[in-house]
């Protein structure tokens, strides 16, 4: 379930979700969030996506992180032209 703050995070485990997908979070308020859901959920994974890039990527890694998502592996990707002759 995808999430914006930690309200609905914990609504969403409370529920049952098996994954909490916690969506633009800064990093601290990202970690406070799922330090919460884990303490009242252990079991539910926590997923960590929206705004993170490589560079960053080291800023939403933490011990109650379970999974983080990057988008620009994706759609910021480049181009790459190639070609395969037979």
Same mark, same amino acid.
């Given at each position: ?23 633009? =979070? ?33 800023? =939403? ?20 032209? =190639?070609?395969?002759?037979?």
């Amino acid at each position: 379930v995808e999430c914006s703050n930690v309200a609905e995070a914990l609504a969403a485990a409370k529920a049952g979700a098996d994954i909490v997908l916690l969506d633009n =979070f800064a990093p601290q308020e990202l970690h406070e969030a799922a330090a919460q859901v884990k303490a009242v959920h252990p079991t539910v994974m926590v997923e960590a996506s929206g705004g993170v890039v490589l560079g960053t990527l080291p800023q =939403f890694l933490g011990p109650h992180i379970d999974v983080v998502s990057m988008g620009c592996l994706t759609h910021s990707a480049p181009a790459l032209d =190639f070609a395969l002759r037979v």
